[in-house]
């Protein structure tokens, strides 16, 4: 409430140059700027390309697995975080770019459209707006996190890795499906089968560039074009084919 016009005033200063600071402070090993990025790009605070540039950049758990297994030091976390950054602010470019020339470039800028889409004024006061909001999104968020990690268990995560073991091109399609699950299961499953040898690296960048956490929760939940919502998952996921495929075809693990 009281950042909203510092928000707005600072998107308007950053204009173009969003994806840049979107893929920087996606690249944060955690998925909640992604919610914020879905919140913000739902009150058209933020442009399509920044809100793909921060959901490409998302890497959720695999910082602190990748710290946590033996012989994965820090120049290799350093040079696999730089390649998504850098993937994430090209393509967060390049959409906004195209939308631009179809000039299609959304609406103005209107921070107060997220209330407007959660009913979510403060005539009530500050402190019930901000955990209607919260509680809203927060039991929308449990419900389906609770369905998502049943799923995953029944399956077994055994099997999993199992589907996508040696078989390049369709492990990276596999994997780039796999990692819209909205929550940390996935880079936590995608990260391990890659450090325990079952995938390549790039088979493992491809669900993490498509990995956007609980963002994808939020956007669906916030945005109500669902056009344009599975436009960015499509974006995210052709990202995470395209780029798993090129860094495996560029042996990016020998720079490793």
């Not at 944060?28 to 540039?53: E, R």
């Not at 390049?94 to 609406?107: P, Q």
């Not at 450090?195 to 790039?202: A, H, Q, V, Y």
């Amino acid at each position: 409430h009281k950042a909203g016009d510092k928000a707005t005033a600072f998107m308007n200063k950053s204009g173009k140059l969003g994806p840049l600071a979107g893929g920087a402070l996606g690249a944060i090993p955690q998925c909640g700027f992604s919610s914020v990025g879905a919140n913000l790009f739902s009150g058209k605070v933020i442009s399509m390309g920044t809100l793909v540039a921060v959901f490409l950049a998302t890497s959720d758990e695999m910082i602190p697995i990748m710290i946590g297994t033996q012989g994965i030091g820090a120049k290799a976390i350093l040079i696999i975080l730089a390649y998504k950054i850098t993937v994430a602010i090209a393509v967060g470019f390049a959409v906004d770019g195209v939308l631009h020339l179809l000039k299609k470039d959304g609406e103005k800028i209107d921070i107060d459209q997220i209330c407007d889409n959660d009913n979510c004024h403060c005539e009530r006061g500050i402190f019930y707006s901000a955990l209607h909001h919260t509680a809203t999104i927060s039991l929308f968020i449990l419900s389906v996190c609770t369905v998502i990690n049943l799923a995953i268990f029944l399956i077994g995560s055994e099997n999993l890795a199992a589907i996508m073991y040696n078989k390049p091109v369709i492990s990276h399609m596999i994997a780039a499906v796999f990692g819209l699950i909205p929550n940390c299961a996935a880079s936590v499953a995608l990260t391990s089968f890659y450090t325990e040898g079952f995938i390549t690296l790039g088979t493992m960048l491809s669900g993490l560039f498509s990995g956007a956490g609980i963002g994808l929760i939020v956007l669906f939940k916030m945005n109500k074009s669902l056009k344009t919502n599975l436009s960015i998952v499509a974006i995210i996921v052709g990202a995470g084919i395209v780029f798993g495929l090129l860094a495996d075809l560029v042996s990016l693990e020998a720079l490793l």
